[in-house]
């Protein structure tokens, strides 16, 4: 069965720290990898999405992931945390063998100290 | 242009009412979706819809009934509700039914069954 884990349901950094969140997937074919983001309240948003070009996907506002095959993870980074990152994030897998079916994970909740 | 919409935003129902929850797109897209948000579970999919006429289950369709009469529309109908239907749901679009293409999620309604 298809399968997301987000490995840490909460993460706390400081105002321009590095971000690391990290997610793990379980699947038998090359999925599409996208990373969420919803602040308080909100809807999700796009952050950014792997359809198998290159590996280190760049995404909006900074972030950026890197597929690895080996280890079937797809960890979402940040050079340096502003406050307007605390939201809470989710590591969405597709599964292109049924169609445009999403299967998220838990979420984590990052929170930005200053 | 205005994407996803849903509506209400807000709903209190008791136990064994039905109402509809109402989703539109005016983007044209194929594929629509409806998920489930409850704390620490992530999102999950109730039914989706591959074009006008066309739907399907996805992981958790009890109770949920959906039609797809065309492009723009896809409600959501809770037949009986029930205090486990209590949760936050939101409506996507896509243009393809392929994963690899992004999803455009409403803003949510959050219903609460007492």
Known sequence: ?114 | NAGVTQTPKFQVLKTGQSMTLQCAQDMNHEYMSWYRQDPGMGLRLIHYSVGAGITDQGEVPNGYNVSRSTTEDFPLRLLSAAPSQTSVYFCASSPGWDSLYEQYFGPGTRLTVT
């Not at chain 1, 884990?5 to 997610?23: A, F, I, K, N, Y």
């Not at chain 1, 792997?50 to 095959?69: D, P, Q």
């Not at chain 1, 502003?82 to 063998?97: I, P, T």
């Open chain 1, 1 to 114: 069965a298809q399968s997301v884990t987000q490995l840490d349901s909460h993460v706390s950094v400081s105002e321009g720290t590095p971000v690391l969140l990290r997610c793990n997937y379980s699947s038998s074919y090359s999925p599409s990898l996208f990373w969420y983001v919803q602040h308080p309240n909100k809807g999700l948003q796009l952050l950014l999405k792997y359809t198998s070009a290159a590996t280190l996907v760049k995404g909006i506002n900074g972030f950026e992931a890197e597929f690895k095959k080996s280890e079937t993870s797809f960890h979402l980074t940040k050079p340096s945390a502003h406050m307007s990152d605390a939201a809470e994030y989710f590591c969405v897998v597709g599964y292109m063998e049924y169609g445009n079916k999403l299967v998220f994970g838990a979420g984590t909740i990052l929170r930005v100290k200053s």
